[in-house]
């Protein structure tokens, strides 16, 4: 099999795969759920680290969220319906965490430095300062930029995930990327849309 | 889609932790009791696409035996004493009496014995037996049928197929899942 017919196969595969690894890790296999781990480790961790913005932090809460989902394996009814649960205890815990410890850096937005160079395309500088333009948002609109941006999810289901009205997501996104169009802006002119 | 959009996407990528995360996680949970597995959880489980299609399969066969043997053993009756004496059925035209009725052939000083069939709690209806050989089961008789016996055990013999060829089947698709070490 060839082109989108191959794909197609691949990817239904996939999700009976998922399937089967989901059923068997809810009946008490180790080694299916390490699989499930292994395949969603990258979401979970990425979230906390990019909220939370410290690495030690960020594991030690994903180890407590799949610790979270093995104790609650038998309610997750498909692949699909086991990303969104990821995802929101995921968002909520790390949102818990910041109101808790304060870890939200205590920079205001002018205190972000300018960077030294112009920078380019895929430039590391650019995504470190736009990582810290976007700490200084509030936890909740920092949450919904890095769903937005790391998981490529549309308002509606940032929404559900964040359990708020759309309406709130799309205005949480509106004033974020004014704010980091602004800062921008002033380094980098190319950079508006 | 402007480019803040793609430096964004960029910026906020998926991250993976160090490379001992899975086996961290895994030693927390082996310190915890296993998730206990409900009955009723398991039978569910046989009604989901991927096994919902062997258990039709192997449902609908131990259907159609079960009917067959029914059906045969409904059409071929026999009695069966107390003492385990296995009593071939005669239709009722060779047993002297049809029905409950004297036959001209009867001994008028000996009474026929009652046949009318009645209640009585040593009466024992393994099978169903038609109309036309009921009148020659007595009480305390039992009703079996070799035939259906034989039957039964081709059901059951069915059945442990069905069962070994699917428990064969599930450990074939665990096997070809199970993560390579």
């Known amino acids: 099999m060839v082109g989108w017919e191959g794909t197609i196969a691949l990817e239904n595969r996939a999700a009976v795969a998922l399937e089967d690894t989901l059923e068997r890790s809810a009946q008490g296999d180790q080694w299916a759920f390490a699989e499930i781990v292994r395949q969603h480790q990258g979401m979970v961790f990425g979230l906390a680290c990019h909220f939370l913005r410290d690495r030690s932090l960020a594991e030690e809460l994903s180890q407590e969220v799949f610790l979270n989902l093995y104790q609650n394996l038998r309610s997750i009814k498909s692949p699909a319906h086991l990303t969104f649960w990821l995802r929101k205890v995921t968002s909520h815990r790390c949102i818990d965490q910041a109101r808790r410890q304060k870890v939200r850096p205590q920079v205001s937005l002018e205190d972000v430095p300018e960077p030294f160079t112009r920078a380019t395309e895929n430039d590391l500088l650019l995504s470190e300062l736009l990582r810290r333009v976007v700490d200084t948002l509030t936890e909740k609109a920092r949450m919904v930029v890095i769903l937005r941006y790391q998981e490529d999810l549309e308002p509606a289901e940032i929404a559900k995930v964040l359990d708020m009205p759309v309406n709130t997501v799309k205005s949480h996104l509106r004033r974020s990327l004014s704010i980091l169009r602004d800062k921008l802006s002033r380094t980098l002119g190319e950079v508006t849309s | ?181």
Do not use: C
């Open chain 2, 1 to 181: 889609m402007s480019r803040l959009d793609d430096e964004l996407r960029i910026a906020f990528r998926r991250e993976q932790p160090s490379t001992e995360f899975t086996d961290r996680v895994l030693k927390q949970i082996a310190r915890q009791p296993a998730p206990r597995v409900r009955w009723w959880r398991t039978l569910a489980a046989l009604f989901q696409p991927p096994k919902l299609r062997w258990v039709a399969i192997g449902a609908t066969a131990a259907l159609l035996v079960a009917i067959g043997a029914a059906q045969y053993a409904r059409l071929h009756p026999t009695v069966i004493t107390d003492n385990g004496k296995v009593a071939e059925t005669q239709p009722p035209e060779a047993s002297g009496t049809a029905g409950g009725v004297k036959t001209p052939d009867s001994a008028p000083e000996a009474p026929a014995p009652k046949l009318e069939p009645k209640p009585h709690r040593n009466i024992h209806r393994l099978m169903t037996v038609s109309n036309r050989t009921r009148n020659n089961v007595r009480p305390g008789d039992r009703v079996v049928n070799p035939e259906a016996e034989a039957a039964k055990e081709k059901v059951m013999l069915a059945l442990y197929i069905t069962n070994t060829m699917l428990s064969d089947a599930q450990r074939a698709i665990s096997d070809a899942d199970k993560p390579q070490r």
